[in-house]
């Protein structure tokens, strides 16, 4: 199998994209709120994803900045790479790194940023959905499914498999199907099954449909499939329409739309105004037959899984045409969407009408499966005829080179259609119609254009659809082509001229250096049903690839004019070059369109042409060395950003190269070369990386073909020192550079097992303007060093635990001397041979990997019946490893080396090990090291006391002794847009330790976790900005654990729990908070649930603490009840004790507001004295301080508080009596009862406005 290196490395499927009219905003239906919150009030704790390889990634923000933790399936400390391009955050592990370059892996998989905005965090979901593409239909049939991961579907007709692995099974999924053995069965590609989401226009007249009613064609006896969120088959408009449906999205609902855009969408291909008395007849072809498949669920997303059996459903059903308003921006249209369009689109003749998407203006922003180059593609238009701003734009980057997109365009603004029955998508218009914009809109129409056109001419192909209707649009486009393609919608013309010719001329490409003597040369043919000869005027425009006018020598006819034959056809030959140079932006897709008219001026046709200028462009080759002089492996890279462009480029190594075929200009480079321990390479079985070197190039001409060359042993190590003993265990080299309005930044991340660490020089005045390089490194007191009796040093690591659990975590004492016995390869033989008690005990595993983890789990439970000290352990690879063990006895990994030399030593004599080390270190070291104008070669950092600023920090643990989490992050200087990143370490806890930090404009962001495991919960404060040395606390895990406002990370403030917007009521509630006020929100396995009432009637119910719920206008008495539960019969909560269950409910009056206003809640707090494992003394009198202060925000104050205790978990409760202490309460709970148990608390507390909060603490601390 795959083993994960210590170091760690990177489009989602949209409806296409939901653009609502200007001035007529969403409304959420009351009984589903939904996580519309502003995005400074979702800054208050990170957000969880776990990848599809079982790494856990955390993703905060501070201060603007997204900041980003990582550890690995175990919950073990790991580094890891990450880069940010726009709006997307790549973090990617090593050992996907090599398979996304491969083509392999599908590298959204790793875009957590877009993760989390498509509800793929471990909150919102406990799985993660993925689609396997194989290379044969026998393949797919006959693929077997990983043990634990579930099968959603086969789509054998596509090559593909969908499946779903739970997060918590993830690593196990991960490497079964990335293993060497499972290689022959493997994947060619694995896909994240990307959500997508319905694309969201007026009239049936402006596209001249009823023209073509009144010709007799109406779509009558033709099948058109709308693959959406489902359909109202009780709206009036639609009901005598349908004729099959299916659901694809295991909704509650079936086939019922409970969205209302695949209603709405529906409507615009055959809804008749029957609702209306005719008035909003939307539909273009009102007599065609309806196949519904609902693909996208009741929140209007759903799997591209999904999707794929929608559209092998709707062929396989017999339908002629396919509409699908939907999609999903990708780097590439090469996904298995597009693919699905253009498989099923060769093997039948349905013609797939698709939206562009809603993602414009920029360029190439036509997302997929509409992006598919046998898809009719649809742009949207308003009423004006001009391009909507929200249409998506071409060209497309597609596997061989780019084309042209969109196709056509047709109405996509305030378009009114059906309204489904309880819904309230758009602008509604009454009960039965609303009002809707989108490219989602005006591809219903171009599918209910070819349902017309397919009545009239049967005989058509979908390909041969595709291109009447596309050149038989308006001939007055007033958009280049790659807004609208060959121009609007004409059903008028489709049906009833004689005249037609090809949609689209592909031109492919003309080669840097351009010379006008090189001429692609094409033939465009038209074709004429009717009797009569046609003569056709012809004309061209074209445009370069900044969509500005081209010359018009560019795109040439042979003649001006042609005449077309009665039932014949008749050639042109169309001629491209570039004649003359062209602006620095106009390189790249040349488009352009011969529109061809009849000389009475009745009929016409319009075809597009484009072709690839290619700009000029260099091949770099880089030659990578690492700092062990051996070739850079796949794990090193090099990115290059453009400064002309503002464009990216990142390539991998193999084999000691790398290439970039890149447009000539200015760059900046940086790099990361990954260097294993002696004799591993890209194929060794374990792969740990022991050297980095981080280098930098600003400011490179590259103008020709040229070799770099890339030695990370001419950079300088990182070496940092201070008063006492220390070794880094992570550290992080962000680089950020902004270029043309866009930042870009790379960001490498180490963990302990990288043990050289370098950065190359760059000198002041190399250095390039907008530009900065940050060192971030987390140094402790040594962990563990060894040697024999006869001075050998060994360099072990600890085995990571599996499962992980936050007890038992075994490390050896600070010091001590043990004798090493030899078991040989750890057999239950072998040990009973040789006395362990007081010893460590030599095992090797040898070199059959698949089943080491097991064998080491025998020896330890073996050893430790023994009472042996530990376990040192080897197998037959080369360079060091890591393996999994129980967590009740430690486990030392050696490498085979090492093995060697001491069993030597061991058959030679008595053997000592002695070993010194600080599992808890006493102190940690951060710093944090700017590099503004230039990197010095002299990287040696001496921390000094008295220079950094000083946090004695506490944390406390639940009942014994348990490993515990922190993870540090930089937040850059206020208002910047960078992002951060760190490693999360392991903390013994209790614990008290002296953190020292770096002073300056940076700030630091501090989290916790009580399981660094995946599903783990992860506590956060504010951000700390240390300008001085001074000194401060912190204390962590202190009970009781209980819900409480959460420091707004944007702001530094504490944020309202509940606001009112307008009719909106907004909830932000951590459901966990400790004593000092760090705060989570629901671990992924937690069960929450919130309830809102008005005046005691439900109004709905959520499982998000961040929603927003729509509630009546005026006033009204509201309860709002909050209930977080803990799964502690889960093995990654079984040490959690404390606060399994709370309840808060909330009573209060709220009428509706202007602005977003705090409501009149309090929020309970307590002051306990507990010990370091939360627990009270038996007292018969213990002092509970109990308190309610109102929530940021609301000014209010409490006039009372009752109190309540219960010994049975909240069985029972007994009446507790309090005593008013200024604005405390002061209660004397009797602790006797609970001794060795705990006390759980219900405290009532009322405001001077009437309001009252209600909270229930189960197991609120624990008693000795």
């Not at 060209?395 to 309880?422: F, H, N, Q, T």
Request: negative net charge; hydrophobic residues 40%.
């Amino acid at each position: 199998m795959i083993k994960r290196p210590a170091v760690l490395a990177v489009t989602l499927l949209t409806l296409s994209g939901l653009a609502m009219v200007p001035g007529a905003p969403p409304s959420a239906a009351a009984a589903e709120p939904s996580p519309a919150v502003p995005t400074a009030f979702r800054a208050a704790a990170p957000v969880e994803v776990t990848l599809i390889t079982g790494d856990r990634v955390s993703v905060g923000t501070a201060s603007g900045q997204r900041v980003v933790t990582v550890t690995d399936p175990q919950g073990a400390p790991t580094g890891f790479r990450m880069h940010e391009d726009g709006g997307k955050l790549f973090v990617v592990p090593d050992d996907a790194a090599p398979l996304i370059a491969e083509g392999r892996l599908d590298e959204r998989l790793f875009d957590v940023a877009g993760l989390i905005a498509e509800g793929y965090d471990d909150a919102r979901t406990t799985s993660i959905p993925f689609i396997a593409t194989y290379p044969t239909r026998a393949a797919a049939s006959g693929a077997p499914v990983p043990d634990g991961a579930r099968l959603s579907q086969r789509l054998p007709r596509l090559k593909m498999a969908a499946m779903r692995t739970p997060k918590s099974a993830a690593d196990s999924v991960w490497q079964e199907l990335t293993s060497k053995k499972a290689r022959s069965a493997a994947p060619s590609k694995i896909w994240l099954d990307a959500k997508v989401r319905a694309t969201v226009t007026e009239s049936v007249e402006q596209v001249r449909a009823p023209e073509a009613w009144d010709a007799g064609f109406t779509g009558d006896g033709v099948k058109v499939a709308v693959l959406d969120t489902g359909i109202d088959a009780n709206h009036p408009d639609l009901s005598q329409r349908i004729v099959a449906t299916k659901d694809f999205t295991g909704s509650s609902s079936g086939s019922a739309d409970r969205h209302g855009h695949g209603t709405h969408a529906a409507s615009s291909v055959v809804g008749d105004g029957s609702a209306s008395g005719g008035v909003n007849r939307a539909g273009v072809a009102p007599d065609a037959s309806l196949l519904i498949g609902k693909v996208l669920g009741d929140t209007g997303g759903g799997p591209t899984s999904g999707v794929l059996a929608g559209m092998q459903w709707a062929v396989d059903s017999g339908a002629d045409i396919v509409s699908m308003s939907l999609g999903a921006l990708v780097p590439v249209c090469a996904d298995p969407l597009a693919d699905a369009v253009d498989q099923l689109s060769a093997s039948s003749d349905a013609l797939f009408v698709i939206a562009a998407g809603n993602d414009g203006p920029s360029a190439g922003t036509v997302g997929s499966p509409g992006c598919a180059p046998s898809a009719l593609t649809v742009a949207a238009d308003d009423s004006a005829l001009k391009i909507a701003p929200f249409s998506s734009r071409g060209p497309v980057e597609g596997r061989d080179g780019s084309y042209l997109k969109p196709d056509m365009a047709a109405p996509g603004v305030g378009i009114i259609g059906a309204r489904a029955a309880g819904t309230s998508l758009g602008r509604p218009i009454d009960d039965h119609y609303t009002s809707l914009s989108g490219t989602s809109m005006a591809t219903p129409h171009v599918a209910g254009a070819a349902a017309v056109l397919a009545e009239r001419s049967p005989e058509l192909t979908g390909e041969q659809l595709k291109a009447r209707l596309m050149s038989t649009v308006r001939p007055d486009a007033q958009n280049a082509p790659l807004a609208e393609g060959t121009g609007f919608l004409d059903v008028h013309q489709a049906v009833s001229s004689t005249i037609s010719g090809p949609g689209y001329i592909d031109g492919e490409e003309l080669t840097w250096p351009h010379d006008p003597a090189k001429v692609i040369e094409r033939e465009v043919t038209w074709s004429n049903s009717g009797d009569t000869p046609v003569t056709l005027n012809l004309r061209t425009e074209t445009y370069d690839a900044s969509g500005a006018p081209a010359p018009a020598a560019m795109a040439t006819v042979t003649q001006p004019t042609v005449t077309v034959p009665a039932h014949g056809t008749a050639t042109v030959g169309l001629r491209l070059s570039v004649v003359e140079p062209l602006p620095s932006g106009g390189y790249g897709e040349i488009t352009g369109r011969i529109t061809a008219t009849s000389a009475d001026g009745a009929q016409h046709a319009v075809t597009t042409y484009g072709f690839f200028a290619q700009p000029n462009t260099v091949t770099v080759t880089f030659r990578g060395t690492t700092r062990g002089d051996a070739p850079a492996g796949s794990l090193s890279y090099v990115n290059l950003i453009s400064t002309d462009r503002g464009e990216s480029t990142r390539v991998y190594f193999r084999d000691g190269t790398a290439k970039a075929t890149i447009p000539a200009g200015k760059y900046d480079l940086d790099a990361g070369i990954y260097g294993f321990d002696k004799g591993v390479t890209d194929r060794s079985l374990y792969r740990m990386v022991r050297s980095l070197g981080v280098l930098y190039r600003p400011g490179l001409a590259l103008e020709e073909n040229t070799v770099i060359d890339l030695d990370a042993r001419e950079a300088h190590p990182v070496e940092v020192s201070a008063s006492q003993p220390i070794e880094s265990h992570t550290s992080s080299v962000r680089y950020q550079r902004t270029a043309r309005g866009t930042m870009f930044s790379s960001t490498v991340v180490t963990a302990a097992n990288v043990v050289d660490l370098a950065i190359s020089d760059v000198p002041s005045g190399q250095w390039q303007d907008d530009t900065r390089v940050d060192l971030v490194t987390r140094a402790y007191a040594p962990l563990l060093s060894v040697s024999t009796s006869a001075g050998t040093r060994l360099e072990p690591l600890y085995a990571k635990y599996s499962p992980v659990t936050t007890d038992g975590v075994a490390y050896l004492p600070d010091s001590g001397e043990a004798e090493v016995v030899d078991a040989g390869s750890g057999t239950p033989e072998e040990l009973a041979a040789v006395d362990v008690e007081g010893r460590f005990v030599l095992v090797n595993l040898g070199s059959d990997d698949s089943q080491s983890t097991t064998k080491l789990q025998q020896v330890t439970t073996d050893a430790l019946a023994r009472d042996a000290v530990g376990v040192v352990v080897a197998h037959e690879f080369a360079g060091r490893w890591n393996s999994f063990a129980k967590d009740d006895v430690p486990v030392l990994a050696i490498t085979t080396d090492e093995y060697r030399a001491l069993r030597d030593e061991v058959a030679a004599g008595s053997t000592q090990l002695r070993w010194s080390g600080k599992p808890a270190s006493p102190y940690v070291y951060n710093l944090h090291v700017p590099f503004t104008d230039g990197i010095p070669a002299d990287q040696h950092h001496e921390l000094k006391e008295d220079s950094l600023a000083q946090v004695e920090e506490t944390w406390s643990s639940q009942l014994r002794d348990l490993q515990y989490g922190d993870g540090l992050a930089l937040a850059l200087e206020r208002g910047s847009q960078a992002a951060a990143a760190a490693v999360v370490q392991p903390v013994l806890t209790p614990t008290e330790r002296t953190a020292y930090y770096s002073t300056g404009e940076a700030g630091w962001v501090h989290w916790g976790t009580s399981n660094m495991a995946a599903g783990g919960d992860t506590m956060a404060g504010g951000v700390a900005y240390y300008e001085s040395a001074r000194r401060d606390t912190e204390q962590w895990y202190r009970g009781p654990i209980r819900p409480q406002a959460a420091t707004n990370l944007a702001t530094g403030e504490l944020a309202p729990l509940v606001q009112r917007n307008g009719d909106v009521l907004e909830t932000v509630i951590p459901t966990t908070g400790d004593d000092a006020g760090h705060v989570a929100f629901s671990a992924m396995t937690d069960q929450y649930a919130a309830t809102l009432t008005r005046d005691g009637e439900p109004l709905g119910r959520s499982t998000n603490p961040i929603s927003a719920w729509s509630v009546p206008a005026g006033s009204g008495r509201y309860e709002l009840t909050a209930d977080q539960r803990r799964r502690t019969d889960l093995p990654i909560f079984r040490t959690w004790s404390l606060s399994p269950h709370l309840t808060t409910k909330w009573s209060f009056d709220s009428a509706s507001t202007a602005k977003r206003t705090a409501l009149p809640l309090l929020v309970p707090s307590y002051d306990l004295t507990l010990d370091p494992y939360n627990r009270a003394q038996p007292a018969a009198s213990y002092r509970v301080e109990l308190s309610a202060p109102a929530q940021p925000g609301y000014d209010g104050r409490a006039t009372g508080m009752t109190a309540q205790v219960s010994y049975d978990d909240g069985a029972t409760w007994r009446d507790v009596e309090t005593e008013r202490a200024g604005d405390s309460w002061v209660a004397k709970v009797d602790n006797r009862p609970a001794r060795g148990g705990f006390v759980s608390l219900r405290v009532t507390a009322t405001s001077s406005d009437d309001s009252t909060v209600e909270q229930t603490l189960v197991r609120a601390y624990a008693v000795r």
